[in-house]
């Protein structure tokens, strides 16, 4: 399921979201400026490598800046054309609508605390591995877990398959959300002891997700306008 927009009015213009895309897409032309071997270093650099930390764990010396710098570096680097608009689509989707909620200072912060805590949760899923974690999924994770707390009976207007079709449906963001949580949660559980596999971050997701979530329950209390 791909969501194409939330049916929720905004209150202002989303300037922290669009200036985190920003962010986000100019790294990426970085990237693309690099050749193989810039590139493989730039990730192994600035990428959040969990062997890192269990060696230093292990009293082995590693410089303390490898070791805080990549916890948010690594949120503003991705893999390819297909993770960054995938991200970045999503974070544009239901970006807008939290950081309303929450204010642009506020928002921020959050958005970097569930990055930071998917990063720890993938760390620590894929403990000694030395393949780096790279994307923004952890942060934007948190965005959606926020958004289901917040606003879990507005609609989201969704591109669904069904068979050899593509159909619209404006879906409640329970279920949306709900089910697209389900999903990483159950491949993160299928991802367990085979940290050097790679592909998809999903417990970053889950990380994210649950901190967004929890978040967001006193934010909602506080919320004078809701959708209907």
């Known amino acids: 399921m791909?969501?194409?927009k939330?049916?929720?009015g905004r209150r202002g213009v989303p300037g922290i979201t669009i200036l985190l895309i920003a962010a986000n897409f100019a790294v990426f032309v970085h990237e693309l400026s690099l050749d193989p071997h810039g590139l493989e270093a730039f990730f192994l650099k600035f990428g959040l490598v969990p062997a890192r930390y269990s060696l230093a764990l292990a009293g082995?010396?590693?410089?303390?800046?490898?070791l805080v710098l990549?916890?948010?570096?690594?949120?503003?680097?991705h893999g390819g054309w297909l993770h960054i608009l995938?991200?970045?689509?999503?974070?544009?989707?239901f970006g807008g609508a939290v950081e309303d909620a929450l204010g642009s200072g506020s928002y921020m912060f959050f958005y970097l605390l569930c990055g930071l805590a998917g990063g720890v949760t993938q760390t620590l899923s894929s403990w000694g591995s030395t393949i780096p974690t790279i994307g923004a999924s952890g942060a934007i994770s948190g965005v959606m877990g926020a958004?289901?707390?917040?606003?879990p009976r507005s609609k989201v207007l969704t591109l669904v398959p069904l068979l050899f079709f593509f159909v619209f449906w404006r879906l409640p963001a329970i279920l949306m959300i709900g089910y697209w949580f389900l999903i990483q949660f159950?491949?993160?559980?299928?991802?367990?002891?085979a940290p050097e596999a790679g592909g998809t971050a999903f417990w970053a997701h889950v990380g994210g997700f649950l901190l967004g979530a929890l978040i967001a329950v006193p934010v909602r209390k506080r919320i004078a306008w809701y959708p209907t």
């Not at 082995?60 to 490898?66: F, N, R, T």
């Not at 916890?71 to 503003?76: A, G, P, R």
């Not at 958004?147 to 606003?151: G, Q």
């Open 60 to 66: 082995h010396h590693v410089p303390l800046m490898s």
């Open 147 to 151: 958004y289901l707390i917040l606003y």
């Open 86 to 93: 995938g991200n970045m689509w999503f974070l544009w989707v």
């Open 186 to 193: 159950v491949s993160g559980i299928a991802s367990l002891g």
């Open 2 to 4: 791909i969501p194409l």
């Open 6 to 8: 939330v049916l929720l």
């Open 70 to 77: 990549p916890m948010f570096s690594s949120m503003f680097i």
